[in-house]
Structures are given as C-alpha cells and as structure tokens.
C-alpha cells in the first residue's frame, strides 16, 4: 500500500529554479531510503539524487551543486531544491523509496513522475 505522489514539475527558463515534493504513504517514512530519478525522452532512467543508506547524500555528476535532496520525516515528504536549472535537465522526474528487507514484500517503490521543462 506504499503510495508516492509527485508534484512541483512545470516550464522553467534557463537559470531558472523548480522545488519538486514526493508525499509518501502507506509505510514508515524514517524506514526508507528515498531518492530522484528522471527519464529524458528516448534515455534510460537515471539517478539524480538519492541519500545512502548510510545518511549520506549522492548526485548525478551533472547536478551536483546545482540540486539539493531534502527529507522531512514529519511531513513524510522528500524534496528536490533544483537550481540553476539547464535544457538538459528536461526529464520526468520520478520518486523512489526502498525499504525494509521484509519476507515476501517488495523493496522498491516508485511515484508516477512529474514532468520538468526547462526552455527559453
């Protein structure tokens, strides 16, 4: 019953900043570590940015100093601070979250994506 909704995708100018939230439900948020996807047209998904398992932080070479991973427990929400934002960068962002290691269940969750443009 895990459920992650993305939100905060939209058109943004070159140089331009977006803040992309990922609500989760439906597990104990502390439990999992949650992370950013995206998906360019005919690419493969790739990672963006994800905390380790370990309470670190890991970025796409491309987006480090550029994008921000934040998680607030409490609210149960991930976020994604994206500045300095390039044509590039235009992709579906998607929401990840892996869990416990429980008999029988799934690891690996994902949102249903939420679309960022970047163009002048």
């Known amino acids: 019953q895990v459920q992650l909704v993305e939100s905060g995708g939209g058109l943004v100018q070159p140089g331009g900043s977006l803040r992309l939230s990922c609500a989760a439900s439906?597990?104990?948020?502390?439990?999992?570590?949650m992370g950013w996807y995206r998906q360019a047209p005919g690419k493969q998904r790739e990672l963006v940015a994800r905390f380790t398992s370990g309470g670190g932080t890991n970025y796409e070479d491309s987006v480090k100093g550029r994008f921000t991973i934040s998680r607030d427990n409490a609210r149960n929400t991930v976020y994604l601070q994206m500045n300095s934002l390039k044509p590039e960068d235009t992709a579906v962002y998607y929401c990840n979250a892996y869990g416990p290691n429980i008999p029988g269940a799934r690891r690996d969750y994902w949102g249903q994506g939420t679309q960022v443009t970047v163009s002048s």
């Open positions: 439906g597990m104990i948020f502390s439990f999992y570590v």
